[in-house]
């Protein structure tokens, strides 16, 4: 870095791009870059990108087809500062995503796709685009970049690949890649990058979301969303995804009826696990309608006595209100109702409360008074007496 440089911008610093790029392809010095990145004001974060030459398309490929330097571009990412940034990187992106290079894992590169899109859903920035992109790497095989190679310039090939791009429902067991637990109690096998992956896509505008939760609901059979939820990857991210999302929409209000429909049966065994109980709790309170929540508190009552055998089960008889339904419809509605109005004024409160700190202006802070200053003015008053008094008793002696 050029110190004796007129201005901080990149184009004067003649050997800081090549500085960068040598520091990211080496083990401590990507380290350092990635500190650098994540602790940098912004006007420094965007000089040292600029020089690096990360927003530029074919040097950014170079980065990230590197085995170290690619987790310097995934630190970048996850630290863009502005819209503008974001759209840039996304542009540079494109051509990686499109060829299959970031999205087939045998590449061991999805954490840059994790990357670019959880920005995407950050900033709400090129959403449509990451997702025919996304398309079009799973369409893109090896054959078909040599034809491309031999058979440059052929637009009617070109036309038939685009029209046998795979639906965005189709990516999504290819980005997970479930492995079936080999025994009874083991864990189930997921990609992690692209499970994470799916979870910021469904943090996308919720027009955007159907064909995602339809990819996760169609596509997977109910022994594979059981797995899932026992899962603490596959919970978090595909679970939560879905009943964490805008379920005021209607998009995610009918995956959550669908879900519940799709693991009937299922909900008692799920209660009494340790992570899968989470989920029965999270779809109960996310159900909108009251006879949609009735059927999974029934379904949970005929295996009460199963429930009752673990802490889990217990919280759920607890949660879902399976007690009060075998006491009969009336006092069970009555329950649910009120639960409904609690959360509701919690939410309200939590909402209103985060307002009026938006709102109300800093608060001036008192001066705090010095230790002993009372005590020194009690004691400059005794002195001033104390001389007085003197002064008054030289006077008598003298007289």
């Known amino acids: 870095w050029d110190d004796n440089a007129t201005t901080s911008s990149s184009k004067d610093q003649k050997y800081a791009g090549d500085v960068i790029y040598g520091m990211s392809g080496e083990s401590r010095g990507s380290h350092m870059l990635e500190t650098m990145l994540r602790t940098a004001n912004d006007d420094f974060y965007n000089v040292i990108c600029t020089a690096g030459g990360l927003f530029n398309p074919s040097a950014l490929k170079e980065y990230i087809r590197h085995d170290v330097s690619n987790f310097v571009v995934q630190t970048l990412l996850s630290t863009v500062r502005t819209k503008s940034q974001a759209e840039q990187l996304l542009e540079c992106l494109e051509p990686s995503i499109e060829d299959g290079y970031l999205v087939h894992s045998i590449n061991k590169r999805r954490g840059v796709l994790w990357r670019a899109v959880e920005m995407a859903a950050k900033f709400r920035v090129g959403q449509e685009r990451v997702l025919k992109n996304i398309r079009v790497g799973f369409g893109t095989t ?4 040599k034809d491309e190679e031999n058979k440059e310039g052929d637009n009617s090939n070109q036309d038939d690949h685009t029209s046998s791009l795979p639906s965005i429902e189709d990516c999504i067991p290819k980005l997970l890649e479930i492995k079936y637990p080999e025994n009874d109690g083991s864990r189930i096998g997921l990609d992690a990058a692209g499970t994470r992956t799916i979870y910021h896509l469904l943090r996308f505008v919720p ?129 649910v109702r009120k639960q409904s109005e609690k959360d ?56």
């Not at 009752?308 to 009336?330: A, H, P, Q, Y």
């Not at 005794?382 to 003298?398: F, S, W």
Request: neutral net charge; glycine residues 8%.
């Open 142 to 145: 090896v054959e078909i970049r």
């Open 207 to 335: 027009r955007l979301c159907g064909d995602v939760l339809t990819g996760i609901l169609s596509n997977l059979n109910q022994q594979e969303l059981e797995w899932i939820a026992n899962d603490g990857l596959g919970s978090r991210c595909i679970m939560d995804g879905i009943l964490d999302g805008e379920v005021t929409e209607k998009c995610f209000s009918n995956a959550v009826k669908k879900l519940l429909g799709k693991m009937s049966g299922r909900w008692v065994s799920l209660s009494v696990e340790r992570v899968g109980h989470h989920t029965v709790r999270k779809v109960f309170s996310s159900l909108k309608s009251i006879d949609d929540k009735a059927v999974l508190s029934a379904e949970l009552a005929s295996g009460i006595n199963k429930l009752n055998g673990t802490s889990m089960g217990r919280s759920i008889i607890s949660s879902c209100f399976v007690k009060d339904f075998l006491e009969g419809e009336t006092v069970w509605s009555e329950a």
């Open 344 to 399: 509701k004024f919690i939410k309200e409160f939590i909402e209103n409360d985060n307002d009026t700190d938006m709102t109300d202006k800093p608060k001036k802070r008192k001066r705090k008074r010095k230790k002993g200053s009372t005590r020194g003015d009690d004691d400059t008053k005794e002195e001033q007496c104390t001389t007085e008094i003197g002064e008054e008793k030289k006077k008598k002696l003298d007289e």
